[in-house]
């Protein structure tokens, strides 16, 4: 073997030590440098000799995220890295093995990245191994609006009310802060949706002191996780602070900040008479002002034994009991704010009487009883239609009615109830007729 061979031999391992300890640039000599869209397409390229390394420069104009697919073929054993642009920083580096063209091996990441020019780097293991591969690259905008240079106190984004920001957390822009003025006492909402696995947001006040810190973990991109900061604070100047649990965490977020507008009246609006066992109906509560920030209402009955409302609907739904209920709609956002609504329940049809004749030209007559009345009233004519009928009031502890000195005739006989509430009378419908002939 010549000298000449033998030198070049003993600088291989020198020259693979070298790029370990000093990253190549992409361009230098005996190295080769392509680019590559982020299309999601596959490219293939070559390994050729033993030492080559092959660069790919890709770009990205926004912020989001780059997914890398990189698949060794007969390179058997192979490296693959993505750098930034100055190659000081490495994002990914994966290891390879035992592929071959029957048998291709396939590693993937998926990386949050800032805009910027980045390099993706390929090596034969060893810087002997040789052989072709496959690589293809695509890319997710975050579509953010935060500021890119609001990583302290004195950079941070101000967020005014009424307004939502999306923020992004690569791994290059760890921390993002955003400022609040409060000019009065007033209660406040801090709105955090998070699309990253773990991440924490921080409340701190004028002085620079944390007065609330939040963990919201186990969110997705498919999965986001919402946290509300309310409280009232005094006027100043307040600071939001959004990173990771660590450094693997990344992603998109959303803050929003809104004074919280509370109820000033709550309008209940429906039926206001109805016949006992009617079934049911619904209230509908307006709330204003327009703008009240929950505008969510409790709804209560005063006497669950006339009427039941559920809670959240306001469906109520009558009994068989006649009477006045109060059905009560109450905020829920702390304003105390409550409106009542008084729903008068009739009394329900009576079934038709019974009717006899007793010894004495007596007429009986009895009826069904009826809850929550104030009495009932009997009804009788000599004829059908009831012209120029005699009507007289029982009272609700009786259902029964006994009239003397009849004449022999036929009577036709109603009744009904009626519920009484101040000098106001609610009656129910008349039952239908029933005869008797008055003998003796």
């Not at 190659?87 to 048998?103: A, C």
């Not at 060893?126 to 609006?145: M, Q």
């Not at 022999?408 to 002939?437: E, L, N, Q, T």
Request: with cysteine; proline share 3%.
């Amino acid at each position: 073997m010549s000298k000449t061979k033998k030198m070049g031999i003993a600088v291989l391992p020198l020259l693979f030590l070298l790029c370990m300890l000093f990253p190549v640039k992409a361009g230098a000599a005996g190295y080769s440098e392509m680019t590559i869209q982020l299309d999601d397409a596959w490219i293939s390229g070559e390994i050729s000799t033993q030492g080559e390394v092959d660069f790919y420069k890709f770009t990205t104009r926004k912020a989001g995220w780059v997914t890398i697919n990189y698949q060794g073929q007969s390179v058997a054993d192979s490296y693959v890295s993505v750098l930034n642009n100055d190659q000081d920083r490495e994002y990914w580096k994966t290891e390879v093995y035992t592929s071959s063209d029957i048998n291709p091996v396939t590693k993937s990441a998926e990386m949050a990245l800032e805009p910027g020019t980045y390099y993706i780097k390929i090596w034969g293991y060893n810087n002997k191994h040789t052989g072709t591969y496959r690589l293809k690259g695509a890319f997710e905008a975050a579509n953010n609006d935060e500021k890119t240079n609001d990583n302290d106190f004195e950079t941070a984004m101000s967020l005014g009310n009424d307004r939502t920001v999306t923020g992004f957390l690569s791994m290059d822009d760890r921390v993002d802060f955003f400022k609040i003025s409060v000019p009065t006492k007033k209660r406040v909402r801090l709105i955090y949706t998070s699309y990253i696995n773990d991440s924490y947001m921080e409340v701190w006040n004028s002085d620079k002191i944390s007065i609330s810190k939040k963990n919201v973990y186990s969110a997705s991109k498919t999965n986001p996780k919402t946290y509300v900061y309310e409280e009232t604070l005094n006027p100043g100047l307040y600071y939001i602070k959004i990173y990771p649990y660590n450094d693997s965490h990344t992603g998109k977020y959303t803050l929003k900040y809104a004074e919280k507008i509370l109820a000033q009246k709550i309008t209940i609006s429906g039926r206001k008479q109805v016949v006992a066992g009617a079934g049911s109906f619904n209230l509908k509560a307006s709330v204003s002002p327009s703008n009240t920030t929950d505008k969510t209402v409790k709804w209560t009955s005063g006497d669950t034994s006339i009427a039941w409302v559920d809670s959240s609907t306001g469906k109520v739904t009558v009994y068989n009991k006649a009477g006045k209920v109060k059905i009560t709609a109450s905020a829920q956002d702390e304003s105390n704010r409550a409106s009542v609504y008084t729903i008068v329940v009739t009394p329900k049809r009576l079934d038709r009487p019974y009717v006899s004749n007793f010894w004495g030209r007596k007429l009986y007559v009895s009826w069904g009883y009826h809850t929550g009345v104030t009495g009932y009233e009997v009804q009788y004519a000599t004829n059908s239609k009831f012209k120029g009928a005699v009507t007289k009031k029982v009272s609700s502890g009786h259902t029964n009615r006994t009239f003397s000195k009849m004449a022999k005739k036929r009577y036709y006989v109603r009744v009904r109830a009626f519920y009484k509430s101040g000098p106001k009378v609610y009656r129910g419908p008349w039952s239908s007729g029933k005869s008797v002939k008055i003998t003796h």
